[in-house]
T-cell receptor
Framework: DTGVSQDPRHKITKRGQNVTFRCDPI?????LYWYRQTLGQGPEFLTY????????KSRLLSDRFSAERPKGSFSTLEIQRTEQGDSAMYLC??????????????FGAGSRLTVL | QQPVQSPQAVILREGEDAVINCSSS?????VHWYRQKHGEAPVFLMI?????EQKGHDKISASFNEKKQQSSLYLTASQLSYSGTYFC????????????FGTGTRLTIIP
């Protein structure tokens, strides 16, 4: 068990560019979550998957955001035409929900995005 | 809807006790508690399922009042390592299984 891995850890981009983040969950976890966190705030839910199925997407998420988990393993979060308001820490978490009954999330270290 | 935590911040001397509260306006299936240190990811502390149970390990415990949709985290004889921001996360049940995090409580322990 190597934990939840996220890449890159830091990304600086210019407004209008596209960025993609990758998350590798704990291998035996079937649930994968994406959250966004800004300074001084709690993690804000973006979307989550069970295996390869995207079960819910936040209504706050604009169409510029898209997430995939094509084979039920790693996931990518893409932000198109980035805006300065997208600057945040993007956290990925996974859980073994459905297997143990307890939806305990294990978070990755996060990908920090800075949009100039 | 985001659960509300109180207080927003608290400063304690080592050895003192603290209580952090988490309140939701919606019926809950479970309440989770996480601690996040500066620059690090949130780390799971404990989970409480509906049924009004109380849990704890070492000097950190929590309770869940299902009728009031409130949970409290108790830290006794605080240690320097307890410093960080504490978040409650609420889950509303099967079919609505995302974890919604609260506003956070920043805890500072001073020697």
């Amino acid at each position: 068990d190597t934990g939840v891995s996220q890449d890159p850890r830091h990304k600086i981009t210019k407004r209008g560019q596209n960025v993609t983040f990758r998350c590798d969950p704990i291998s035996e976890h079937n649930r994968l979550y994406w959250y966004r966190q800004t300074l001084g705030q709690g993690p804000e839910f973006l979307t989550y998957f069970q295996n390869e199925a995207q079960l819910e997407k936040s209504r706050l998420l604009s169409d510029r955001f898209s997430a995939e988990r094509p084979k039920g393993s790693f996931s990518t979060l893409e932000i198109q035409r980035t805006e300065q308001g997208d600057s945040a820490m993007y956290l990925c978490a996974s859980s073994p929900r459905g297997k143990s009954g307890a939806n305990v999330l294990t978070f990755g270290a996060g990908s920090r995005l800075t949009v100039l | 809807q985001q659960p509300v935590q109180s207080p927003q911040a608290v400063i304690l001397r080592e050895g003192e006790d603290a209580v952090i509260n988490c309140s939701s306006s919606k019926a809950l299936y479970s309440v989770h508690w996480y601690r996040q240190k500066h620059g690090e990811a949130p780390v799971f502390l404990m989970i409480l399922l509906k049924g009004g149970e109380q849990k704890g390990h070492d000097k950190i415990s929590a309770s869940f009042n299902e009728k009031k949709q409130q949970s409290s985290l108790y830290l006794t004889a605080s240690q320097l390592s307890y410093s960080g921001t504490y978040f409650c996360g609420t889950e509303r049940g099967f079919g609505n299984e995302k974890l919604t995090f609260g506003t956070g409580t920043r805890l500072t322990i001073i020697p």
